[in-house]
């Protein structure tokens, strides 16, 4: 696991710098030919994540239901993203690693509620959940990668 946590920090930390590269209008920005824009990505991993790890595991987290339910899958920009809410998104990209590595740790992930992603991943362990959770955050760095092209 800890290479699997290794790579993901990778992951976030390539998702943070977007922050300080783009401006807010920028990361709000969706180009012709796009469903999305950069912060929809940042917000949404955070909320695939969650929904891998923590709720495929019947767990609260550390998220609201109201960030869940607006990156969830399914979801699309509906509106400009605010400074308040970059910033909660940007605090979370962070913050959510140390947290879920400790209760990886502290053995708080009991039980895993077998199911196959809507990317085809069949997950019948936390640890699985990991590595899916790892290969989503690479694909939608790969939109970010395109979406920056046009903004």
């Known amino acids: 696991m800890e290479t699997v946590f290794k790579t993901w920090k990778t992951s976030r930390k390539l998702y943070l710098d977007f922050f300080d590269k783009y401006s807010l209008d920028q990361l709000n920005k969706i180009p ?19 929904k891998l790890i923590y709720k495929g595991a019947n767990l609260r987290g550390y998220i609201t239901d109201e960030l869940f339910n607006k990156y969830q899958s399914g979801t699309k920009p509906t509106e ?34 077998e199911r196959t992603t809507g990317i085809g991943f069949h997950l019948i362990s936390i640890q699985d959940a990991f590595a899916c959770n790892n290969y989503h955050e690479g694909l939608h760095l790969g939109y970010m990668m395109g979406i920056r092209k046009f903004v």
């Open 32 to 50: 012709v030919g796009f469903n999305n824009n950069m912060i929809w990505n940042i917000g949404h991993i955070i909320a695939t994540q969650h």
């Open 80 to 113: 400009s993203v605010s400074q308040q809410e970059a910033d909660e998104l940007k605090f979370l990209l962070t913050s959510q690693i140390e947290l879920t590595i400790n209760d990886f740790d502290n053995g708080i992930f009991g039980t895993y509620n």
